[in-house]
């Protein structure tokens, strides 16, 4: 049995800026609505439930509040230098530099911020989140970048 969970319908979105270096076209500074989504693989408990929904929806609000409005940034990122100066964090790579309020950024342990590697770091920052029981065999997370294009990352249990 399936679980699934849209967030464009449940409103689980955020807004964020981020680019890609070495992009032709993103590696200029650019801004989506991403929505977060969950599907759930397992079998019913004795009570009739694979899982909590409402446990379910509080770790993906978590996800999306956590870079809602924010500047997200690679802090692994092997092409991009990353200083903190002061109130500052002041970002470069190949000729161009911007400099951020530090309030303003979320750095994220990836070494990009794409689509591929947010599901990555959601489905992470979920799995913690929740107590998932052994009625429970697979969990599969997707980052939206707009409507109509993500990606997913699932995980075996
Ligand atoms: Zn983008």
Redesign the pocket.
């Given at each position: 049995m399936k679980l699934k969970l849209d967030g464009w319908q449940l409103g689980i979105t955020f807004s964020a800026c981020?680019?890609?270096p070495g992009h032709s076209k993103?590696n200029r500074l650019?801004g989506?609505n991403y929505a977060v989504h969950l599907h759930i693989t397992g079998e019913p408990l004795d009570g009739g439930m694979v899982h909590d929904f409402v446990a379910l929806k509080k770790a993906m609000k978590s996800v999306a509040d956590q870079m809602d409005h924010c500047v997200l940034m690679p802090g692994k990122s092997k092409v991009m230098k990353l200083e903190h100066v002061g109130t500052q964090i002041n970002v470069s790579f190949e000729n161009k530099s911007y400099s951020f309020p530090k309030d303003d950024v979320k750095i994220l342990d990836l070494d990009l911020v794409s689509a591929e590697m947010m599901a990555i770091y959601a489905l992470d920052s979920i799995v913690a989140q929740l107590d998932l029981g052994g009625n429970i065999t697979k969990i599969k997370v997707g980052i939206d970048?707009g409507i109509g294009q993500g990606a997913w990352a699932s995980r075996e249990l």
């Open positions: 981020h680019f890609l993103c650019h989506h970048e």
